[in-house]
């Protein structure tokens, strides 16, 4: 375990806070699990966390407390399904197609990975055939940002 235990240290956070810090702990737990956290899954994580420019030091902060927790990426995505419980399903999808992005940033998606994307969902009680639920997910919370990306172009 840790020297300090992350929930502990934000539970005085507001509800939506701490579910944001639990994502971020998530996706720093995911990019260490094929031993490099890279340049381009810094900045993807960035991209998909709305944040305001003075706030990107304290959303490096709490990645790079994720990324040293000793803790497996089971037990935050344990704490993160004790907080939301069964009431927001689709925000649980979402956490999930974030790791998917995530691990697909970098342009290689290792077994490790897909190991901790495959926990993570099974934790969240999300039941679906991988190719199944990837294809749905991506393209419920993806498919508006690529369309006004090619729109842009």
Same mark, same amino acid.
């Given at each position: 375990?840790?020297?300090?235990?992350?929930?502990?240290?934000? +539970?005085?956070e507001?509800k939506?806070?701490?579910?944001?810090?639990?994502?971020?702990?998530?996706?720093? =737990?995911?990019?260490?699990a094929?031993?490099?956290?890279?340049?381009?899954?810094?900045?993807?994580?960035?991209?998909?966390?709305?944040?305001? /420019?003075?706030?990107?030091?304290?959303?490096? +902060?709490?990645?790079?407390?994720g990324?040293?927790?000793?803790?497996?990426i089971?037990?935050?995505?344990q704490?993160?399904?004790?907080?939301?419980?069964?009431?927001q /399903?689709?925000?649980?999808?979402?956490?999930?197609?974030?790791?998917? +992005?995530?691990?697909?940033?970098?342009?290689?998606y290792?077994?490790?990975e897909?190991?901790?994307?495959?926990?993570?969902?099974?934790?969240?009680?999300?039941?679906?055939?991988?190719?199944?639920f990837?294809k749905?997910?991506?393209?419920?919370?993806?498919?508006? =940002?690529?369309? &006004?990306?090619?729109q &842009?172009a």
């Amino acid at each position: 375990m840790s020297e300090i235990n992350l929930w502990d240290k934000y +539970r005085n956070e507001s509800k939506q806070t701490i579910c944001i810090i639990g994502v971020l702990i998530l996706s720093s =737990k995911l990019c260490v699990a094929d031993g490099h956290f890279s340049l381009d899954e810094e900045e993807e994580i960035l991209k998909i966390i709305p944040h305001e /420019p003075q706030q990107k030091r304290i959303l490096m +902060r709490i990645l790079e407390e994720g990324a040293k927790d000793l803790n497996p990426i089971s037990f935050h995505a344990q704490k993160i399904k004790n907080l939301i419980g069964n009431d927001q /399903p689709d925000f649980l999808e979402f956490i999930v197609a974030v790791l998917y +992005r995530l691990a697909h940033s970098d342009h290689v998606y290792h077994d490790e990975e897909d190991m901790a994307i495959r926990e993570v969902a099974k934790i969240f009680g999300i039941t679906k055939t991988n190719w199944q639920f990837t294809k749905e997910t991506f393209f419920k919370f993806f498919k508006y =940002k690529f369309l &006004n990306t090619r729109q &842009n172009a």
